[in-house]
């Protein structure tokens, strides 16, 4: 009896044989260079060579205030600042600690660190892409070869991710993030597997409390989960969400305590975010975070005139046309989000990541600054989710014959293109972190008439014996707010 086959196995066979005896190797090469290892290797190096020069930049901003004079890194222990919960972020002390004792108040250390966190997060965030276009597929199978690379490509090398690598201070947000994904992997690996659930749980409840440990904004994860189960594990089977229930409810007593605490906290509004800043109600803070968000997003997109300090006005109606735009577009996201979730379930959840992680930052919690480039570190890398869909999609119509050749070839050339464009701006962008007089003349120019800027670039140039344009600045500085703690103009003119 002759055994039958069918078309797709035909294709197959005929795909494996080539047109040619050479086809199996590049067959094979091609394996090869699909294989996860390899493309996390990849993206390791690429990330790190784009990050090498800022290894030989120095300490900027509060990194001055908060490390050289080492408030961060007190006599008490990390226990202690844990129960306390002054600063929010007992891990990243501890990681600030190690520097110091490696290299006392040599910034090389500390960039090297945040260099090798970055390249773990893009890490992390393929293999959490990888594991789910696995599970979405069939725990049996293997995700399209290139769409986990080709979306944690761009979370690389964007620069957006320039402050949160180059600022020393914002730390938080690179290893919040690390425990973030460290923690999802952990749970979306126990949320499939047959054997060693337990473990896995406990690897994830670990990596949840360290990552709320480096920054409150992890006290996101219950949420992400939850819907990253809804999405791709259950399927919308409330009923299998349900069987986790232990879960969900040891995660959400540990959200609750840290809430506590921080609003407990953020009652003194000691460093600059809570309830008692004058002059910036919750309401107002959050009219102002809706016209935030769309910066966010409009960097995500097109990642023009980025700075370290940005001037943006307190709104105080939601009437007002720029803020009333901004809630219909994020309303009209969230929506578009909810109604494909079923449908496409990438696409819904990379739009509801992005909103859900930028929550903690970007809501009713007044804050001295408003925008901050580092707080859509962890947001941006929802966008990975979305990218991996559309190259899903553009394989899978390829492979149907929806889309012939020329427009493949046209896809990845501009993808190829964006990821030099994006590379290109990366490093000019970590040049000028580099010198501190270059960065704050850099953040002058985009923010003219906030008197911070002015401030710090007339410390810098005093720093550099500049003393006749730092007296400049200062008085600039003094013009746009009299109340800027700036030295004496006069006496810098005699020095």
């Known amino acids: 009896m002759v055994p039958e086959h069918t078309e797709q196995e035909d294709s197959q066979s005929d795909d494996s044989a080539g047109p040619y005896p050479g086809a199996s190797h590049q067959n094979r090469a091609a394996g090869l260079s699909a294989n996860p290892f390899i493309q996390s290797a990849l993206l390791i190096l690429v990330t790190f060579f784009l990050y090498r020069s800022t290894l030989g930049g120095g300490f900027h901003f509060d990194d001055q205030v908060l490390l050289l004079n080492a408030p961060a890194l007190g006599k008490s222990s990390i226990f202690t600042q844990f129960l306390n919960y002054e600063m929010g972020r007992p891990v990243t002390l501890l990681s600030f600690r190690l520097n110091h004792a490696l290299g006392g108040n040599n910034p090389f250390s500390y960039h090297l660190f945040n260099v090798i966190i970055h390249c773990l997060n893009v890490t992390l965030l393929y293999l959490l892409v990888y594991v789910t276009l696995a599970g979405k597929q069939g725990t049996s199978t293997v995700p399209s070869s290139f769409a986990p690379f080709v979306a944690c490509l761009l979370f690389g090398v964007h620069p957006l991710q320039t402050q949160a690598v180059n600022y020393i201070w914002a730390r938080s947000s690179l290893l919040a993030t690390s425990f973030f994904l460290a923690s999802l992997n952990a749970y979306a690996i126990a949320l499939r597997a047959k054997r060693a659930k337990g473990v896995f749980t406990t690897l994830g409840l670990i990596s949840y409390m360290l990552a709320l440990g480096s920054k409150p904004i992890a006290a996101t994860l219950p949420a992400i989960l939850l819907m990253y189960d809804l999405f791709f594990v259950s399927r919308f089977a ?137 707080h859509a570190y962890l947001p941006s890398a929802g966008a990975a989710f979305a990218v991996a869909a559309l190259a899903g999609a553009a394989l899978k119509y390829r492979r149907a014959m929806v889309l012939s050749r020329p427009p493949i070839v046209a896809i990845g050339i501009v993808y190829v293109c964006l990821v030099v464009l994006s590379a290109v701006a990366t490093v000019r962008r970590n040049g000028i972190w580099e010198d501190d007089v270059g960065l704050w003349e850099d953040t002058v120019k985009k923010s003219p008439g906030k008197a911070r800027p002015h401030n710090n670039l007339g410390n810098a140039l005093f720093s550099r014996g500049s003393f006749t344009r730092a007296a400049l600045e200062f008085e600039e500085a003094l013009r746009i707010n009299p109340a800027a703690r700036c030295p004496s103009s006069k006496k810098l003119r005699r020095n």
């Open 238 to 374: 409330w009923a299998e969400i349900m069987k986790r229930w232990r879960l969900y409810a040891v995660s959400l007593v540990v959200t609750l305590i840290l809430i506590t605490k921080v609003l407990l906290a953020s009652e003194s509004s000691k460093y600059g975010v809570g309830f008692g800043i004058e002059g910036i109600t919750p309401l107002h803070f959050f009219y102002t975070q809706l016209s935030v968000i769309v910066r966010y997003l409009a960097l995500l997109i097109y990642p023009a005139d980025l700075s370290l300090d940005y001037d943006f006005p307190i709104a105080t109606s939601l009437i007002s046309l720029p803020v009333l735009l901004a809630f219909v577009l994020h309303a009209s996201l969230v929506v578009y989000a909810l109604l494909i979730c079923r449908d496409k379930p990438l696409l819904g959840f990379s739009i509801l990541w992005f909103y859900v992680t930028l929550a903690p930052s970007s809501s009713f919690i007044p804050a001295v600054d408003f925008i901050f480039e580092h």
